[in-house]
Antibody, heavy 120, light 108 residues
Framework: EVQLVESGGVVVQPGGSLRLSCAAS????????MHWVRQAPGKGLEWVSL????????YYADSVKGRFTTSRDNSKNSLYLQMNSLRTDDTALYYC?????????????WGQGTLVTVSS | SYELTQPPSVSVSPGQTARITCSGD??????AHWYQQKSGQAPVLVIY???KRPSGIPERISGSSSGTRATLTISGAQVEDEADYYC???????????FGGGTKLTVL
């Protein structure tokens, strides 16, 4: 059974930094592209980033480009999201999600999310 | 940046057919995928690659696509189908994912 468990969400001040982690199990982690997707309170889903299986390529939404960095450690079955220069509109539930394949297809499994609140 | 457009809400009576549309300029060349999100829960994939249904998804849920519009159809909608539904695709380069704004389906 695919399991994705996010951690690291906290309350942080505007301008601050934070690193989210996602522990994956139940599948061969290094065979799959991974995504981050976020959802602001009461709002819709927003795709944030993806990283190809071999970390060879990463892609970002325009709203986070230059501020967020996605990485992965295949030896630890873990996905990360480094978030810098945080803004109040980054407040959201952040989901770690697995792609259906090794390329850029679509999400087929989701974690339960970790909440990031950016507030002074 | 690329956008997918969905109606904010759709309402039907139990047993009726609900149709939720998703419009985007790249859809003639890119697949649409659909997610169901019930209150307080993570999203669930209900349709992938325009028309395919994952195992465990009821047959009353189906998808289609024509030109710049993809459509999620729920035939004989049930109260348990009440949820927010999101379409997902990528821009023409395939480098950025995008979700539609979501459609709240009410069955009452």
């Amino acid at each position: 059974e695919v399991q994705l468990v996010e951690s690291g969400g906290v309350v942080v001040q505007p301008g601050g930094s934070l690193r989210l982690s996602c522990a994956a199990s139940g599948f061969t982690f290094d065979d799959y592209t991974m995504h981050w997707v976020r959802q602001a309170p009461g709002k819709g889903l927003e795709w944030v980033s993806l990283i190809i299986w071999d970390s060879g390529s990463t892609y970002y939404a325009d709203s986070v480009k230059g501020r967020f960095t996605t990485s992965r450690d295949n030896s630890k079955n873990s996905l990360y999201l480094q978030m810098n220069s945080l803004r109040t509109d980054d407040t959201a539930l952040y989901y770690c999600a697995k792609d259906r394949g090794a390329s850029r297809d679509y999400v087929d499994h989701w974690g339960q999310g970790t909440l990031v609140t950016v507030s002074s | 940046s690329y956008e997918l457009t969905q109606p904010p809400s759709v309402s039907v009576s139990p047993g009726q057919t609900a149709r939720i549309t998703c419009s985007g300029d790249a859809l003639p060349k890119k697949y649409a995928h659909w997610y169901q999100q019930k209150s307080g829960q993570a999203p669930v994939l209900v349709i992938y690659e325009d028309t395919k249904r994952p195992s465990g998804i009821p047959e009353r849920i189906s998808g289609s696509s024509s030109g710049t519009r993809a459509t999620l159809t729920i035939s004989g909608a049930q109260v348990e189908d009440e949820a927010d539904y999101y379409c997902y695709s990528t821009d023409s380069s395939g480098n950025q994912g995008v979700f539609g704004g979501g459609t709240k389906l009410t069955v009452l």
